[in-house]
């Protein structure tokens, strides 16, 4: 009894002296650069295995910089990868105990062809009163200035600090604390600090929020020969996905919108003739995961216009700058991302911004962009801080966009926000009425999604698609450059609105279809002559792609014997008139400055070819598709397997000069290692 008496007495001094060492876990911390310029990569990429499997990633801040905690000691594989770099993987490494453990990576630039990018870096405030997220940064000449130097009296001068060191809407154990970048967990231990100290939020829930609307089933042709939806530009769901595994873990299900991920990519479809607003191409293809089932490729590709003969542009930027865009991939991002828009602009053209936070205001009214400086001092000003009263900055944009309207220009309000919405008009259902008032205006929206845990992707749809606009989401500056470098007419430059599509589909060929994707697309076969029913838009030099899995006539299917006899048709075989087209693809649309649609029609050939010998485009395409139905574990995968979509995706991967069908097979590979519950084939 005396001996463990005494035991008990010698840990408890160890433990109130704040000695006790923890060798439970520890930290992994350094910096990634490019290797020629030595200049901080951010936003790069760095992933932590052992024994060749993922254990998880983090992505680089806008210095560069990276830091794993709480990590387990021992002998590591670590990557570091940056779009348009060379990866670099350090195996064998050692991460130790008790021990400051630094890994640098330079990066060396790859052989593709990327445009030269000047990012200024950005300086958040070291505290912002006004946030409200549970995190912020206490200088080393403050705590020098305390009268008791511990852990608990300098929490409690940071926002959101209680005096019992509970962190505001935080459990214990849910913060964590910060000194000199190795975190703390004895809050009473005596601080003598070389730089400043950073209380970092810890564990906090994951509230992003997805809308998941029913898969597309299968629909018999003799039931229902008419399919019709809405185009969607879009390509949000893709960059989040690749988000989500870049850091180590499979994506929501609900964040998996096939159609997305396909129209992510360029296809290289032949461009309209002269005087024509779109190429239409299809083709129809074997399915890599129903041998029984073809693939129908569909597509549309707009005309390109070259920037000089563009119409003058009166853009509002509409940025949150509430508490929750306080962080090194939202506000800071922004901003890097709209100087990066500013330099494609012309003379001309004309920004304004507004803000909003507890309420909305305007920093900068309508300016020419010959003012580029006084554009950019309005941006350098912005600091993240309150409440998120988005439904009072997106009535304040359009008033600033009306009131600068330019006739026959392109007038639009730019959204960069994480959708948290939670001060006004906040619901789903009050963002659509505000913003299908709004649109009547013929001022078109572009909606930016940035940031990751509370990502509100579900009230950017909505936004986007009853706003006239589209939807991209921006992990990265590669992000950034995409969509206002290479996509930036197809983004901000409407060439047609009210797109709408619709295929008969003729029953000599077809027994039953199923549309992938596009969920919240589909309209009834009545919407498509119905000129007052609004539609998606497309951008110049945008495509659209889209893709139906077919049962053909005479084929006994798995999902063919889901559909119900007729009762009160007869079924008996009728002879066709046509029996030499597969359907007919029509596209309606408007002009921008039109209310009075028009109508193009084309037929589609019912030539079948080999998956193995069609062209790049169908291939790639459908090994994007392949992927999604894995990913969001479809009733219609059937025998889809990582191994058929890296089949097709390396078969067709072409030149790549951009990189980006070079990252989708690393990211198919990454998702292969994660997903567990899937058998590989």
Not at 204 to 218: D, I, Q, R, V
Not at 268 to 286: A, E, L
Not at 288 to 308: D, F, Q, S
Not at 510 to 521: D, H, W
Request: with cysteine; net charge neutral; glycine share 6%.
């Amino acid at each position: 009894m005396k001996t463990k008496l005494f035991f008990f007495s010698v840990l408890s001094i160890f433990l109130l002296s704040g000695f006790l060492i923890n060798t439970t876990s520890t930290t992994l911390e350094g910096i990634v650069v490019d290797k020629d310029g030595n200049q901080p990569l951010e936003f790069a990429y760095v992933k932590l295995f052992k024994k060749g499997s993922l254990i998880t990633g983090i992505q680089t801040d806008i210095d560069g910089k990276y830091l794993f905690s709480n990590i387990q000691p021992g002998v590591y594989d670590i990557e570091a990868s940056y779009l348009g770099y060379e990866s670099k993987k350090i195996s064998g490494f050692i991460i130790e105990d008790n021990k400051k453990n630094i890994l640098n990576f330079a990066l060396s630039p790859a052989n593709v062809q990327l445009e030269d990018l000047a990012v200024k870096a950005y300086k958040a405030p070291l505290i912002n009163i006004d946030n409200t997220t549970t995190s912020g940064i206490v200088t080393s000449e403050a705590i020098s200035n305390l009268p008791t130097k511990s852990v608990g009296a300098m929490t409690t001068t940071t926002a959101g600090v209680s005096t019992n060191k509970n962190f505001r809407r935080s459990k214990t154990k849910s913060s964590a604390i910060l000194i000199d970048g190795i975190r703390v967990g004895n809050e009473r231990s005596y601080i003598e600090p070389k730089y400043d100290i950073e209380i970092e939020p810890y564990a906090k829930p994951n509230t992003e929020s997805y809308e998941l609307p029913k898969e597309n089933s299968f629909i018999s042709v003799k039931k229902e020969a008419l399919s019709t939806f809405s185009i969607d530009v879009d390509r949000a769901a893709y960059s989040n996905i690749r988000r989500y595994l870049n850091m180590g873990s499979m994506p929501p299900k609900k964040a998996v919108r096939i159609e997305e991920m396909v129209n992510y990519f360029d296809y290289n479809y032949d461009v309209p003739d002269d005087g024509k607003t779109f190429h239409v191409y299809s083709n129809v293809v074997t399915c890599p995961w129903n041998e029984k089932h073809r693939i129908l490729h569909l597509a549309l590709n707009t005309k390109k216009v070259k920037k000089e003969d563009l119409a003058p542009s009166n853009f509002v930027f509409l940025i949150d700058v509430s508490g929750s865009m306080n962080s090194h991939n939202k506000l800071p991002l922004v901003i890097s991302s709209f100087k990066l828009l500013l330099n494609q602009l012309r003379d001309d053209d004309k920004v304004a911004i507004v803000v909003y936070a507890g309420s909305a205001g305007c920093p900068l009214e309508s300016t020419k962009v010959s003012e580029k400086e006084k554009i950019l001092a309005a941006l350098d000003k912005l600091r993240a801080g309150g409440s998120t009263a988005g439904g009072q900055g997106i009535k304040l944009a359009y008033k600033i966009a009306k009131d600068n309207f330019i006739k026959n220009g392109n007038n639009r309000v730019i959204l960069a926000t994480d959708g948290d919405f939670n001060v006004g008009i906040s619901s789903n259902s009050g963002l659509e009425e505000l913003i299908s008032e709004k649109r009547k205006e013929n001022i078109f929206l572009s909606v930016l999604g940035f940031g990751m845990g509370n990502y509100k992707s579900d009230k950017m749809e909505i936004l986007a698609d009853k706003g006239n606009g589209n939807h991209a989401y921006i992990d990265n500056m590669n992000e950034a450059r995409k969509v206002f470098l290479k996509e930036l007419t197809g983004t901000l430059y409407t060439l047609a609105k009210d797109v709408k599509v619709q295929i008969e589909f003729n029953p000599a060929f077809v027994q039953a279809y199923r549309l992938i994707g596009y969920e919240n697309r589909m309209l009834q076969k009545e919407d498509f002559n119905n000129d007052k029913i609004d539609a998606g838009e497309i951008g110049i030099g945008h495509s659209v792609t889209a893709l139906y899995e077919i049962i053909p006539v005479g084929v006994e299917s798995d999902f063919s014997g889901k559909i119900d006899d007729l009762v009160f048709q007869e079924e008996e075989k009728k002879e066709f008139t046509n029996n030499k087209d597969l359907g007919l693809f029509k596209i309606r649309y408007k002009n921008p400055e039109s209310d009075v649609s028009k109508k193009i029609q084309f037929m589609i050939s019912p030539k079948v070819t080999p998956l193995e010998k069609a062209e790049n485009s169908s291939q790639f395409a459908i090994a994007v598709a392949e992927f999604g139905l894995l990913l969001k574990n479809s009733d219609y995968k059937k025998d889809a397997s990582y191994k058929s979509v890296l089949r097709y995706a390396v078969l067709s991967k072409g030149q790549d000069n951009d990189g980006y069908r070079s990252e989708f097979i690393n990211l198919v590979k990454t998702a292969k290692a994660l997903d567990n519950s899937l058998v590989q084939k």
